[in-house]
């Protein structure tokens, strides 16, 4: 069986939006692969999520909400000396300036309004860094909705200041202390507290990943980045970019940035993934480029895994990319060639975060530093190219990683 003629359709079809069909399937990936304590509870987020999200009373509070609260739109902004330094015309979209300082608050307070407004009472989320434990927690402090958040022991320990955040924010933080202690095991925790009381509970997921209808709620929510560059570039630059780059954990702000783009076929598409130490098994966080095809958290995407299917454990310097698997929008764009995926490692990373701030003025996460290696090797391959890079968030959580770096390194 010859591949080829596959994708060829499957691109016509991505291109097309055909995608996810009604099974939740992104050509072969996605789905729904879940307990069945689990299937009334997502067919209910999914029937309340087809009747609310496109109604005007619903989208004019998200907007506002967006507007006044999270302070979007969120700037596009010309990089003047990226651009001098690489050759090329540099772009950045600036979810970093968006209110808790990255993209993740964009479906922390989407999902959050959709549940209040289905009459959901209580929010659980799950969170690896604490990045989207925060947001989830400040959506719910400002909807007034109680909030529990599950982090592995492991992160609990090493992000001490965003547990901190979060309590502050009024959410209860509980560390999980079964299986590997990091996010993959928060997300297991945070499904079998729905599978437990699976009618008054929201599971407020924070990445492009997860059953059917996940990966399709936060694109919807995340796409406004798309959205708006899109017009921004149109409007600041009179044109639209020949590439748009973005680091690739889950996948939420990329596919947010890139969503928008799949039927603007001249646009190329680059996901950078996190190279980790070397591609060896363990040592990266990069599904797409060295992962393979299998099952995690009820979703069939690409995945880090050993030769008798046993998930691995990741590595990347920056903990926001470190999930074994991906959302499976970006497996599709990955086979039908719409999208391209890359790795910087962990030193190219901090090489490329070190010159944002040196040439721009600014500190961006390191999860967001692997799209800007990702950028500068594209404007190598293509002189005088105009490039949109997606600024997921702003690296002032990283410092203390940074600091101990460097510490080590002298
Ligand atoms: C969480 C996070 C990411 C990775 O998550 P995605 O779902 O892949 O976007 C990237 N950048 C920042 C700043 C983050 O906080």
């Not at 987020?45 to 989208?59: H, I, P, S, T, W």
């Not at 920056?318 to 391209?340: I, N």
Request: some cysteine.
């Amino acid at each position: 069986m010859s591949a080829e003629p596959d994708a060829a359709a499957l691109l016509a079809r991505l291109i097309n939006h055909e995608f996810p069909d009604e099974r939740g399937r992104y050509g072969p990936y996605g789905g729904r692969f879940v307990p069945e304590t689990l299937v009334p509870p997502l067919d209910r987020l999914m029937a309340g999520m087809r009747a609310v999200l496109n109604e005007d009373d619903f989208q004019n509070e998200l907007n506002s909400q967006l507007q006044h609260w999270v302070g979007r739109p969120t700037p596009l902004t010309r990089a003047e000396r990226l651009s001098a330094a690489w050759g090329a015309e540099v772009w950045l979209k600036r979810e970093d300036l968006a209110h808790t300082g990255a993209h993740k608050i964009n479906n922390a307070i989407g999902q959050a309004l959709l549940a209040k407004r289905l009459g959901v009472k209580r929010i659980i989320a799950e969170t690896g860094a604490g990045q989207h434990g925060v947001a989830s927690a400040a959506a719910c402090a400002r909807l007034g909705m109680p909030c529990r958040v599950y982090m592995g022991e492991v992160d609990v320990a090493r992000q001490a200041p965003n547990v901190d955040r979060m309590e502050r924010l009024g959410a209860e933080v509980v560390a999980v202390t079964n299986g590997d202690r990091t996010l993959r095991a928060a997300i297991d925790e945070a499904l079998r507290d729905w599978v437990s009381s699976p009618l008054d509970t929201w599971y407020l997921l924070g990445s492009a990943v997860g059953p059917h209808p996940y990966p399709e709620l936060v694109c919807h929510f995340q796409s406004v980045i798309g959205n708006e560059a899109r017009q921004q570039m149109l409007d600041q630059a009179g044109r639209l970019p020949d590439a748009a780059v973005a680091c690739v954990g889950g996948g939420s702000n990329a596919i947010g940035l890139f969503h928008p783009l799949i039927a603007d076929t001249q646009i190329e598409l680059l996901g950078v993934e996190a190279g980790g130490r070397s591609m060896g098994l363990g040592d990266n966080a990069a599904s797409l480029v060295a992962g393979t095809p299998g099952v995690l958290h009820g979703c069939f995407s690409m995945l880090l895994q050993d030769e008798n299917g046993q998930v691995h454990e990741t590595h990347s310097v920056s903990a926001g990319l470190d999930y074994p698997s991906v959302g499976p929008e970006h497996a599709l764009l990955q086979l039908t060639g719409r999208a391209r995926y890359v790795t910087a490692d962990d030193d190219q990373a901090l090489d490329a975060l070190n010159e944002c701030c040196a040439m721009e003025g600014i500190l961006p996460a390191i999860e967001t530093a692997h799209a800007f290696f990702g950028a500068r090797e594209y404007a190598r391959e293509h002189p005088g190219c105009c490039i949109l890079i997606g600024v997921s968030g702003r690296g002032d959580k990283d410092l203390p990683t940074l600091q101990q770096l460097a510490g080590v390194a002298s």
